[in-house]
T-cell receptor, first 112, second 111 residues
Framework: NAGVTQTPKFRVLKTGQSMTLLCAQDMNHEYMYWYRQDPGMGLRLIHYSVGEGTTAKGEVPDGYNVSRLKKQNFLLGLESAAPSQTSVYFC???????????FGPGTRLTVL | EDKVVQSPLSLVVHEGDTVTLNCSYEVTNFRSLLWYKQEKKAPTFLFMLTSSGIEKKSGRLSSILDKKELFSILNITATQTGDSAIYLCAALNNAGNMLTFGGGTRLMVKP
C-alpha cells in the first residue's frame, strides 16, 4: 500500500517547455486534488476531481490542465511553462467519508 | 472570495514553552476547520473541528473552533524540538470537496 505517490520528485524546465506530473493513489479514493505551495502562501488549489472522468477548476487553474482517465491517476499538465509556475506541487486524495485527505510527497518544479 | 488568514507568520520559542497559533476564516458555506503539520514534505493531518466550543486534544496539542467569531486556535504545550514545522489551517466547504488553506505559521522550537 504505497498511499499517494508523485512522479517526478524534481524537474527543471525552460520557459515554454511542456511537462506532465503524475499522481497515483492505491486507496480507491474518489477525490483527487492538485495544489501548489509557494513560500508564505500555504497551499492553493489548482484543479480537483470528484471521480473518474471528472475534473473541476480550483483557485489558480490558469496555465494548467488535468485529466482523470483512471480512478487511481490524476495528471497535471503544463503546456507552456512559465517562471511563475516555479513551485512545489502537491497531490492529495481522499475517500468519500474521510475529509482530511492524504498528501503525496510533492514535486519541486523550477522553470528557468 | 474565500479567505483564511493565519498568525503569526513565524514564531521562535524554547523547549518547554507553550504556543498558541491563530487561524481566522471568511468562507461561504463553511463546514469544518482542519489543522495540518508540515515538516519537510507533505502536510499531515492533526485535527478537524466542526462544532463550536468543543476542544479536540491529542497529547500536547489541542484545538478549538469559534464559529461565531470565525476563528480557531491551535495550542501546543511543553513544546519540543520535534514540534518545529509549518502549521497550516484550512477551511472545508459545505460540499466537502474544497479546502482553502491559510499561509501557515512557521514554528521553530530551540533546545
Amino acid at each position: 500500500n504505497a498511499g499517494v505517490t508523485q512522479t517526478p520528485k524534481f524537474r527543471v524546465l525552460k520557459t515554454g517547455q511542456s511537462m506532465t506530473l503524475l499522481c497515483a493513489q492505491d486507496m480507491n479514493h474518489e477525490y483527487m486534488y492538485w495544489y501548489r505551495q509557494d513560500p508564505g502562501m500555504g497551499l492553493r488549489l489548482i484543479h480537483y476531481s470528484v471521480g473518474e472522468g471528472t475534473t473541476a477548476k480550483g483557485e489558480v487553474p490558469d496555465g494548467y490542465n488535468v485529466s482523470r482517465l483512471k480512478k487511481q491517476n490524476f495528471l497535471l499538465g503544463l503546456e507552456s511553462a512559465a517562471p511563475s509556475q516555479t513551485s512545489v506541487y502537491f497531490c492529495a486524495s481522499r475517500g468519500t467519508s474521510q475529509l482530511s485527505g492524504f498528501f503525496g510527497p510533492g514535486t519541486r518544479l523550477t522553470v528557468l | 472570495e474565500d479567505k483564511v488568514v493565519q498568525s503569526p507568520l513565524s514564531l521562535v520559542v524554547h523547549e518547554g514553552d507553550t504556543v498558541t497559533l491563530n487561524c481566522s476564516y471568511e468562507v461561504t458555506n463553511f463546514r469544518s476547520l482542519l489543522w495540518y503539520k508540515q515538516e519537510k514534505k507533505a502536510p499531515t493531518f492533526l485535527f478537524m473541528l466542526t462544532s463550536s466550543g468543543i476542544e479536540k486534544k491529542s497529547g500536547r496539542l489541542s484545538s478549538i473552533l469559534d464559529k461565531k467569531e470565525l476563528f480557531s486556535i491551535l495550542n501546543i504545550t511543553a513544546t519540543q524540538t520535534g514540534d518545529s514545522a509549518i502549521y497550516l489551517c484550512a477551511a472545508l466547504n459545505n460540499a466537502g470537496n474544497m479546502l482553502t488553506f491559510g499561509g501557515g505559521t512557521r514554528l521553530m522550537v530551540k533546545p
